[in-house]
């Protein structure tokens, strides 16, 4: 498996075996050297009614996820594009209480995949929590919940959601945030291999905490005089943090 310059063979991710020479390209597993599988094409849309819901949480192996806001009064989710497997994908949408689950079960070898997991929901949600392994998410603009937690372990993740909290982790995915505040917020981020790119706007006052290893620091934030504050902190060992 291929991350920052690194090839790793019969690479073992969260039970899912990919393998030969796996390199990861946006967030997708698409190409493979070794081991045989089946090329099968997705294209298969659930849903689930929207009314009172609170909470959307995504479980994603190695299939990008991205994040949009519903047109409709559903919480929709469309996989689609095309996999090299040995075994069944799993596509499960279901509702329980307040919290709506949609979640990519796999247990086998991927020889190659371009598939995405595009998600629709509500234009505002108490929480949003997502996560994956190889696979890099991408919440748009639109979107806008109290808490917001993404946690991947090679995905890079790109995001222009607006929060009153987020938790953003990844270890060896760059991060990329364009916050436009609408109330005082609260970021933490963390990476050991990535580099942390953050745009702040509408915010007046940063409270800042970072901590890196071998890694450079650039803060060239310029306040917005009616703006909020934002507490953040972000950590990486490596990766480079910038501030704007």
Known sequence: MFFNGNVFSNSVVNGTVFS???????????TNGGGKGELKKYDERKCEEAGNIEKVTVHSTFVKVNVSVSKSSKVEAHLH???????ELK?????KLNE????LQYEGNCYGSN??????????????????????VELS??????NIKVETTSGKVNSYATFKKANIST?????????????????????IFGKVLVDFSNVKNIKLSTSTVSGKVVNCHEADKNG???DVDISTISGKITIN
């Open 20 to 30: 030969g020479s796996v390199v990861i390209q946006n967030g997708n597993v698409v």
């Open 81 to 87: 594009g095309e996999a090299n497997l040995d075994k």
């Open 91 to 95: 596509f499960v949408v279901q509702r």
């Open 100 to 103: 709506i689950k949609i979640a």
């Open 115 to 136: 598939l995405e997991l595009d998600v629709a929901i509500p234009k505002y949600l108490k929480t949003i929590s997502i996560k994956t392994v190889s696979a890099g």
């Open 141 to 146: 603009e639109e979107v806008s919940a109290q």
């Open 171 to 191: 270890i060896s995915g760059g991060v990329k945030l364009n916050i436009v505040a609408s109330e005082d917020i609260s970021l933490k981020t963390s990476t």
């Open 228 to 230: 909020y504050n934002a």
